[in-house]
């Protein structure tokens, strides 16, 4: 197995710590593997929230964890600084022009998004803007949204919205992509002068397309683009990055904000600067992380959901199990933690039915709903093996997907008692497989 070479929160250290029954001390095969002081496991669970289980008997186990990247705690002020020293653009003040229209694109799932947004908007000359609009993507909760107006609401007249994929009122017309398929993304970015995405930095071979070129598309594009994609993604497992890097292209994208979280979901670094500016600072601490001539997968993967309500979605428990399913053994277990609360849809109620592997597959890939990528995941995977959910949502609706329903630790100390390997991903919406086998 090796460690995925990935942005902080995702620049694992893997510390293999062999056991045996009598307590024979800990051998490491990688020099740069850091010893554990700690003999339990520590596993995520939604927001501020850990457990920690003793390891049983003899066992493997694998943790993944940030060697770099200390949590920040006064966000809006390193928010705010970044913004006045971009990597490789003049300040954002400069790059405005009287009467401008600025349009903030921002990923809801930026750990402390309202921080955030807050400290860029604070380096923002307001009173040389013509009109200055926050858009948040599909993913977005409501209470996100107003989290934002709240914070926002003493720096003037600003607006906040969530993006609608469906609301042909609000999409307009960009351009013909290279294959002639028409790019519709929301009308407040275009109509912008300036354009500036807020995402999460996410590394190679996460489920989303590579965003360091913007990540407006496919998030901000109309619906009917993102079920086209969501069913591609079903094929290919995993997005093509070049349609984004078109309409960002496109779009005139120059300037963006890149948040690096930490394992516990929260903001360990704010780059701002060109894309390219961007992309270089986040591979050189790709290249950092990397740990490799690691070969062995787990019977058992902990794919731990960190973070607030906004991180608890269907959405990122799809972007867990994409990154856990490279790393459990064939038959293996993989155990999702959160505090997921957002009930089921149409396609992944159907994996409640009798059809065939085959024709259910097929239905989900009709579908292209919100949940289609969650769905088909955890219709292969309860099919590789054995797949349980930690969460708010009730045992029965759970179980009636074909999944277990883990409702407390003690379920946790059991799973753990019953394996000889164990993995575990903290903050696994955030991470990639870019270097896993």
């Known amino acids: 197995m090796r460690a995925a070479g990935m942005h902080d929160s995702c620049l694992w250290n893997l510390e293999r710590k062999n056991r045996d029954d009598r307590g024979g001390k800990n051998q490491y095969r990688q020099k740069r593997m850091r010893r554990l002081t700690t003999t339990r496991m520590r596993i995520g669970i939604g927001h501020a929230e850990t457990v920690e289980l003793p390891p049983a008997g003899a066992m493997e186990m694998w943790e993944f964890h940030p060697d770099r990247g200390r949590r920040i705690d006064a966000v809006r002020e390193v928010a705010r600084r970044a913004a006045a020293r971009p990597e490789d653009y003049p300040p954002l003040a400069e790059a405005i022009v009287d009467g401008d229209a600025v ?8 750990p402390h998004v309202a921080e955030v947004v807050a400290g860029i908007v604070d380096t923002l000359p307001r009173e040389r803007i013509g009109s200055l609009s926050v858009v948040l993507s599909e993913e977005a909760q409501e209470a996100t949204a107003e989290q934002l107006r709240q914070i926002l609401a003493g720096l003037g007249e600003i607006e906040v919205t969530i993006h609608d994929p469906a609301d042909r009122e609000s999409l307009g017309y960009l351009a013909a992509n290279t294959a002639a398929d028409p790019i519709y993304l929301n009308r407040r970015l275009l109509d912008a002068d300036l354009v500036l995405p807020i995402i999460t930095a996410r590394p190679a071979g996460s489920l989303d397309p590579a965003n360091f070129d913007g990540g407006v598309f496919p998030a901000f594009a109309d619906g009917e683009t993102q079920r086209r994609l969501r069913g591609e993604t079903i094929d290919a497992a995993g997005q093509d ?15 963006l904000v890149a948040v690096v979280p930490t394992a516990d979901a929260h903001v360990a670094r704010v780059l701002v600067g060109t894309p390219g500016g961007i992309r270089r600072a986040a591979e050189h601490q790709v290249e950092a992380g990397w740990q490799r001539d690691v070969s062995r997968k787990a019977s058992l993967v902990f794919a731990c959901i960190d973070g607030g309500p906004q991180q608890q979605t ?11 399913r490279h790393l459990v053994r ?10 997921l609360g957002e009930r089921t849809e149409k396609s992944l109620r159907r994996l409640a039915g009798t059809e065939t592997y085959e024709a259910m597959l097929q239905r989900i890939k009709k579908d292209r709903g919100r949940h289609a990528l969650a769905a088909s995941l955890l219709l292969q995977l309860r099919q590789e093996g054995r797949v ?7 045992a029965g609706e759970i179980e009636a997907l074909g999944i277990g329903a883990v409702e ?6 059991r799973l753990v008692e019953s394996h000889d390997s164990c993995a575990i991903i903290r903050s696994a919406q955030f991470c990639g497989i870019g270097t896993l086998p």
């Open 103 to 110: 349009a903030l694109a921002v990923d809801p799932n930026v």
């Open 241 to 255: 990055d070049r349609e984004a890097a078109e309409a960002a292209w496109l779009l005139g994208l120059q300037v």
């Open 314 to 324: 269907w959405d990122n428990v799809a972007r867990a199990l994409h990154v856990a």
């Open 330 to 339: 064939p038959g293996g277990t993989i155990v999702v933690t959160s505090r």
């Open 388 to 394: 349980l959910l930690m969460s708010d949502l009730p």
């Open 408 to 413: 407390s630790t003690d379920q946790l100390l």
